[in-house]
């Protein structure tokens, strides 16, 4: 079973940038799809980002191109979401999640695996 740990959440100022991690561990990553998500309170689960465990290649939502970005360490088996000019709509907790398949969905009822999610804050 594929486990995954946020971590990196806290409360910034708008404008600031924030590093979340995804620690992963249960297997071989080499042809998973990792990605990023967040929820806040009565909404449904926003797609934020994801990327292949192998290679470069990257999506992400419209509004937050440009500000996030995604990389992985595969020696730490760890998966980052580096944020940066973060805005208070920014504000969320933010999940880790993966799944088999090497292709990337921006449907959350795609993905098998998920963190417990870190709580993102940002303030005007």
């Known amino acids: 079973q594929v486990q995954l740990v946020e971590s990196g959440g806290g409360l910034v100022q708008a404008g600031g940038s924030l590093r979340l991690s995804c620690a992963a561990s249960?297997?071989?990553?080499?042809?998973?799809?990792m990605a990023w998500f967040r929820q806040t309170v009565g909404k449904e689960r926003e797609f934020v980002g994801g990327?292949?465990?192998?290679?470069?290649?990257?999506n992400y939502a419209e509004s937050v191109k440009g500000r996030f970005t995604i990389s992985r360490d595969n020696a730490r088996n760890t998966v980052y979401l580096q944020m940066n000019s973060l805005k208070p709509e920014d504000t969320a907790v933010y999940y880790c999640?993966?799944?088999?398949?090497?292709?990337?969905?921006?449907?959350?009822?795609?993905?098998?695996?998920w963190g417990r999610g870190t709580q993102v804050t940002v303030s005007s």
């Open positions: 990327r292949k465990w192998s290679g470069d290649s990257t």
């Open positions: 999640a993966a799944r088999f398949l090497s292709t990337v969905d921006t449907r959350a009822q795609s993905y098998g695996s």
């Open positions: 249960g297997g071989s990553f080499s042809t998973y799809t």
